[in-house]
Antibody, heavy 122, light 106 residues
Framework: QLRLVESGGGVVQPGGSLRLSCEAS????????MSWVRQSPGKGLEWVSF????????YYADSVKGRFHVFRGNSKNTLFLQMSSLSPEDTGLYFC???????????????WGQGALVTVSA | DIVMTQSPATLSVSPGQRATLSCWAS??????LAWYQQKPGQAPRLLIY???TRATDIPARFSASGSGSDFTLTISSLQSEDSVIYYC?????????FGGGTKVEI
């Protein structure tokens, strides 16, 4: 069964850090690029970051550049998002999402996790 | 950034009727456009990619068209389970951007 399961969400104070994980199963994780997409009531869906299948290429939304770092452990079928200098504007449900193709990304997503809730509040 | 605008924000449709959702891009994205469906409490589900190609296991009542800046998603005969939120996403230019969504209600 194809599956992505996020974990690591929680409540953190402004300026704090948090690491999200996304465990993949049921498919060849190492063959797919992955992205993080977040959803907040005020902003809808917002793409956050991308990492290529081999981890060699990373892209970030301007809103998180320099604060977030995406990386992956292909041997453990896990995607990570290290978030630092968090602000209330980072509050939202964070989804990991699989790029639809092997190796060369298509930039749209055919498998999503259920999301990890991040709340940044004092 | 390319701004994706969806209209209407809410669409009321009777069961069995046709629903037509629109998505506009602030600049041309060619056919690099996807549609997603999101049910309450669930992750988005890919419906359409390449502006008009149905994803795997998507029912034929869902169809889409358009290119450039103007796109349409049509649900030919609305069923109760289709009464959820739909998003468009452009993937022509970084950063990837989504529309604000259209809520379809019965």
């Amino acid at each position: 069964q194809l599956r992505l399961v996020e974990s690591g969400g929680g409540v953190v104070q402004p300026g704090g850090s948090l690491r999200l994980s996304c465990e993949a199963s049921g498919f060849t994780f190492s063959a797919h690029a992955m992205s993080w997409v977040r959803q907040s009531p005020g902003k809808g869906l917002e793409w956050v970051s991308f990492i290529s299948f081999d981890g060699k290429n990373e892209y970030y939304a301007d809103s998180v550049k320099g604060r977030f770092h995406v990386f992956r452990g292909n041997s453990k079928n896990t995607l990570f998002l290290q978030m630092s200098s968090l602000s209330p504007e980072d509050t939202g449900l964070y989804f990991c999402a699989r790029d639809s193709a092997f190796w060369t990304p298509t930039w749209y997503f055919d498998l999503w996790g259920q999301g990890a809730l991040v709340t940044v509040s004092a | 950034d390319i701004v994706m605008t969806q209209s209407p924000a809410t669409l009321s449709v009777s069961p069995g009727q046709r629903a037509t959702l629109s998505c506009w891009a602030s600049q041309s994205v060619g056919t690099n456009l996807a549609w997603y469906q999101q049910k309450p409490g669930q992750a988005p589900r890919l419906l359409i990619y390449g502006a008009s190609t149905r994803a795997t296991d998507i029912p034929a009542r869902f169809s889409a068209s358009g290119s450039g800046s103007d796109f349409t998603l049509t649900i030919s005969s609305l069923q109760s389970e289709d009464s959820v939120i739909y998003y468009c996403q452009q993937y022509d230019v970084w950063p990837l951007t989504f529309g604000g969504g259209t809520k379809v209600e019965i």
